[in-house]
Structures are given as structure tokens and as C-alpha cells.
């Protein structure tokens, strides 16, 4: 499609979204502002867009498509600008927050001057910042929600929808109330309770130094989430209050019926809750992306001996696999350790369990 698209914000996402864009439309022109500087030169310099503007203003004029990947307390600003500029006549706004309610909200300013808003959230991101880490596939499988508000037709749906096909998500249509109570649910709220556990076991370091050091495998895998942008999650709860504050009073509820399951030893109850909660959770797709997991994750049980790790990265660099990431869940004195590696696509993952099996007869798992 031709057109020009015009990003405000070139992060991890605004990156991320200008990537998906150039990869499947090559004939649109892909224009970035940046309130920091560094971040639009970087953006320019490694291809991410194709021109910078100098202000919103100058970029917002003859764009036929705008995208807001600010933090969420910035998009409300901007939307607040943007309605007050001479904008083409049938642009399309969208942004990408993790909160949807006060964004939509206020996009009825927009709607007002008769400009379409579309809300929009990529359901997928990581604990990185910045340009530097955004990359096209970032939101392939993910789920893509959309909010749009009551003035926006149909086809100015299916417009946004195309240009934002390169994402390889899959889109989904709610209401801004029913998305931040999802969203509150499977994301904002996970990393309330990932933060607190590194508090408390922080906390727990003064009586203890080896707490740190003990702290790996299923600590790092829960609290991986608490290394996100602090602004970025500060600006996330200011926006859901309302369904974080319920959450939490369920939370609480929910560790108090815990503390009378240890308090009266009820060793039956105490097994159904960990038995009920793995069925969930082992239930749930592992094809998808979205709040779980963030990754395509594979568990290899690997023997105990020196230069295992090179044996199988040695394996997988000769099919030319790239990896994204790996390290070992401690083991202690068990003889099989467990290594995880992690890829950038359900594919690699694939290929790299085949390539695995075909060299050893480690047993693989994919969690
Ligand atoms: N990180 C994730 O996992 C994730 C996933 C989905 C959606 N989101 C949402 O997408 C948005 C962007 O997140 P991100 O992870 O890309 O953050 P980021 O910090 O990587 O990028 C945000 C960018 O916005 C820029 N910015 C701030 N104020 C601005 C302004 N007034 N004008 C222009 N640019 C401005 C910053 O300089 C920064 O480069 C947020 O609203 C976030 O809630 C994040
Ligand atoms: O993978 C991560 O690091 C994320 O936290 C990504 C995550 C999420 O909670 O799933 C974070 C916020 C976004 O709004 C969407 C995706």
C-alpha cells in the first residue's frame, strides 16, 4: 500500500511497528519523531524509519496514518495536540498502550473534529527498551486488540488492519473497559507481584547475603518481568487504578486462604492448590503469544559433563539455528541439569528440537 505513515514514539514498540510496516509495504514512506533525539537518529540510522521529523506538527500534516508508541500518560497529551493540528482528512490515529479507557476516552476529542481513532495494543513486548531492541517479529501470533471508538467505520478498521499486517498478529476487537480488565489481569497485575517478590527477597538479603546468589531458576523466571521500564510501568498502573485496586483486594483474599491452608497444615488442600493451578497453566497455548510466554522456550535435560553447552550450540550453529538466549536452571546435586534456550520463533524452536534430537537423546520439553 501506498501512504505515509508517521510514528510517535520510536521504542521498542513504535521500532518494532515501523519494522512491520516497511517489511510488508514497501511503497509507503515511514516518518518517526522522537522527543528524545538520540532515539530518532538511531531509528533512521539503522533503518527503522525512513524519514525523522522535526515535530509532531511537521510530521502529523501529511500523514495518512498515525501512530502513537508513547508512554500511555504521553499518548493522552499527544492526542490532545493532534486534535488541535490541520490534519489530513481521512487519517486514521492509533496508538499502542497497554491501557485502553482514559486513551479512548480521550480520543473523543478527536472524534469531535471528525478524525478517526482507532485504540490499538500489541499484545506482546519484552522487559527492553528503546529503538535498539525493536525487531519485525516481535508480535507475530501475538494477539493485536483493538478499541475503536464509536465514530470509526468498519473500513477504517480494515485500512489500519492492513497496514499493520506485516505484525503477523492476530487482531481482536473489545471494549476499552473489557481490555484493561484483561489486560490488568494477564499483564499489569503479573508485574505488580513480580516486582514485589524482588522487594521481598531484596528485603531478605539483610538477613541473609546468600539470598542473591541462591535467587535462580523459578525466581528468575517469574520475576523477569520486574527488570521492565519503571516509567513505563508507573504510567501503566496510574492509568488501570480502578481494576488494579480490585485485583489486588482478590490477591489478598487469595494469600490469606493460603496462610489458613499452611496454618492448620491441610496437606490435601495444599497439593489441590498446586495440582489445579499446573492444569490451568499447562493448559494454556503455548503457540500464542501474549502475557505467557514471552519466549519460545526449550527445556533440554542435559547430562552433567564439560562442554555439554558447546556440544548442543555447536549442533545448532551447524543448521545455522540462531539462538536468542540460554542459560541452566540450577540443579544442585541432581545429575541432569536443565538448559534453556530460548528462539525468536516457534519455527526455530521447532527446527532446533529436531536438529537436538537428531545428534543426542536428550529428552526436550517445550514447558
Ligand atoms: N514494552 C512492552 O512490552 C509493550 C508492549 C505493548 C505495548 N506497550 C506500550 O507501547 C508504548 C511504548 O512502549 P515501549 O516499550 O515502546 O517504550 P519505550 O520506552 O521503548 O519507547 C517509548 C518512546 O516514546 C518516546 N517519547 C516519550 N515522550 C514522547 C513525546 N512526547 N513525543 C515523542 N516521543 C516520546 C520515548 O523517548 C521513547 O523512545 C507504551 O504505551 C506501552 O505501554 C509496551
Ligand atoms: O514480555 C514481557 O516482558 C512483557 O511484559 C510484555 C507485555 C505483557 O505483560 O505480556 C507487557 C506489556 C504490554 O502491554 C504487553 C505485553
Excluded at 513504535?14 to 528524545?36: P, Q, R, T, W, Y
Excluded at 476499552?176 to 490488568?184: A, I, K
Excluded at 539455528?321 to 546435586?333: Q, V
Aim: charged content about 25%; glycine content about 8%.
Amino acid at each position: 500500500m501506498k501512504g505515509r505513515i508517521f510514528v510517535i514514539g520510536l521504542g521498542l514498540i513504535g521500532g518494532s511497528l515501523a519494522l512491520c510496516i516497511k517489511e510488508e509495504h514497501s511503497e509507503a514512506v515511514v516518518v518517526g519523531f522522537d522527543v528524545n533525539e538520540e532515539q530518532t537518529r538511531l531509528a533512521k540510522m539503522i533503518g527503522v524509519i525512513d524519514e525523522a521529523a522535526h515535530s509532531i506538527e511537521a510530521g502529523a500534516a501529511s500523514a495518512d496514518v498515525i501512530i502513537i508508541a508513547t508512554p500511555v500518560t504521553v499518548a493522552e497529551q499527544v492526542i490532545e495536540l493532534l486534535s488541535s493540528l490541520p490534519l489530513k482528512e481521512d487519517v486514521i490515529v492509533t496508538d499502542t498502550g497497554s491501557t485502553k479507557k482514559t486513551i479512548t476516552d480521550k480520543a473523543f476529542c478527536l472524534a469531535q473534529k471528525g478524525i478517526c481513532f482507532i485504540g490499538g495494543h500489541p499484545m506482546a513486548g519484552s522487559h527492553k527498551s528503546g529503538v535498539s531492541a525493536a525487531k519485525k517479529i516481535l508480535f507475530e501470533n501475538a494477539f493485536y486488540l483493538l478499541t475503536p471508538n464509536e465514530t470509526a467505520n468498519a473500513g477504517e478498521i480494515e485500512t489500519l488492519k492492513m497496514w499493520l499486517q506485516g505484525t503477523k498478529a492476530k487482531f481482536l476487537t473489545v471494549s476499552p473497559e473489557e481490555h484493561d480488565y484483561l489486560t490488568g489481569v494477564v499483564s499489569h497485575f503479573p508485574h505488580i507481584i513480580a516486582a514485589s517478590l524482588v522487594h521481598q527477597a531484596a528485603s531478605a538479603e539483610s538477613s541473609s547475603t546468600l539470598i542473591g546468589r541462591l535467587a535462580a531458576g523459578g525466581f528468575r523466571d517469574i520475576t523477569r518481568i520486574a527488570s521492565s521500564s519503571p516509567a513505563m510501568w508507573r504510567d501503566i498502573l496510574l492509568l488501570n487504578r480502578p481494576v488494579l485496586l480490585e485485583l489486588l483486594d482478590e490477591w489478598q483474599q487469595e494469600m490469606s486462604k493460603v496462610a489458613r491452608l499452611l496454618e492448620t497444615a491441610a496437606a490435601e488442600e495444599i497439593f489441590n492448590y498446586f495440582q489445579t493451578a499446573k492444569d490451568y497453566r499447562d493448559g494454556l497455548p503455548t503457540k500464542e503469544k501474549g502475557a505467557i510466554p514471552a519466549f519460545y522456550d526449550l527445556f533440554v535435560d542435559v547430562p552433567d559433563y564439560p562442554g555439554v553447552i558447546s556440544e548442543i550450540t555447536g549442533y545448532l550453529a551447524k543448521e545455522e539455528i540462531s539462538i536468542t538466549n540460554i542459560r541452566i536452571l540450577e540443579t544442585r546435586e541432581e545429575v541432569y541439569g536443565v538448559l534453556v534456550i530460548s528462539f525468536q520463533s516457534d519455527e526455530d524452536r521447532a527446527r532446533a528440537e529436531k536438529c537436538i534430537k537428531h545428534y543426542t537423546n536428550f529428552e526436550m520439553s517445550i514447558g
